[in-house]
């Protein structure tokens, strides 16, 4: 009888290190795929052509959530890191988007429907950039931002979770 105690102790100390180091499924429309390229774990990239964001978990494989990247002319590329983190934030157009759109107000507080941050924000080194939730659900797999990196609310709430302040972003 003791033998199976311990027997069954060790199964359950063994499971709870296996789900301890495993990384978790998304919680949303992300997929566990493979991937060819070796990047350290815990990097954000993005692959605009794709407009497919891929968080690292291993060597050779990452969860892929599918994205909203810049239009035409809004694109950028490089090597960047998360600045801040921020749940329901508040969005202040950036001069470029006041001036497509002057009859924006000078800030949206965070939370309300015509706020784009959507649920939670990380912005990049910079300040110019960030990986976000939307109000726009549609717009997601699309080329359709000033150069920030959206995703279904249900996504960036579990990549948020994920990732902390000085997590690697590589933007292809």
Wanted: hydrophobic residues 40%; glycine residues 12%; contains cysteine.
């Amino acid at each position: 009888m003791r033998g199976k105690i311990i027997q069954l102790l060790a199964i359950v100390a063994a499971s709870a290190c296996v789900c301890a180091i495993a990384p978790q499924s998304a919680r949303a429309r992300g997929d566990v795929v493979t991937m060819k390229e070796a990047f350290v774990p815990g990097t954000i990239l993005v692959r605009t052509n794709e407009r497919r964001l891929y968080y690292v978990t291993g060597i050779g494989t990452a969860i892929r959530y599918p994205v909203g990247v810049g239009r035409a002319g809004k694109q950028w590329s490089g090597t960047s890191y998360i600045s801040g983190k921020y749940v329901r934030p508040a969005w202040s157009p950036p001069a470029a988007v006041r001036r497509d759109k002057p009859n924006l107000p000078k800030m949206i507080a965070g939370g309300l429907s015509g706020n784009p941050m959507g649920y939670a924000a990380m912005t990049l080194a910079g300040g110019q950039y960030a990986i976000h939730g939307t109000n726009q659900p549609g717009s997601i797999g699309h080329f359709v931002s000033y150069g920030c990196i959206r995703m279904y609310n249900e996504d960036i709430i579990d990549l948020y979770d994920r990732v902390s302040v000085g997590t690697r972003v590589v933007v292809q």
